[in-house]
């Protein structure tokens, strides 16, 4: 026979929603998704897919310093993505640094 937990999972209670604590977090400094993730609570998915919708309603004021590899030093201006690539197109490396993100 199965035992049942101890507790019911129950989520941290929020002042504010998480597009509110995100854009508090990215007036202050410059962080990744990975950073923000850990500061929220939630999945790096996540994490990206709210700044895709904060993007939009800040109207591009939400900047990215793009991501570039380690090799070689190629930096990926032109990406459009929020998330990081997988592997740089000039040597085919997959050490790439995260892209960071604030809010100007």
Known sequence: MKE???QPF???RRQDTVRQELAALLRG???TAKELSGLVGIS?????EHL???RIALHG???MTPPRCLECGFSFQKRARLKK???CPVCRSERIIDPSFTIG
């Open 4 to 6: 049942r937990p101890g």
């Open 10 to 12: 129950v989520p941290p």
């Open 29 to 31: 400094e410059s962080l």
């Open 44 to 48: 790096e998915k996540e994490v990206l």
């Open 52 to 54: 895709e919708h904060l």
């Open 61 to 63: 004021r939400l900047d």
């Open 85 to 87: 690539p997988g592997r």
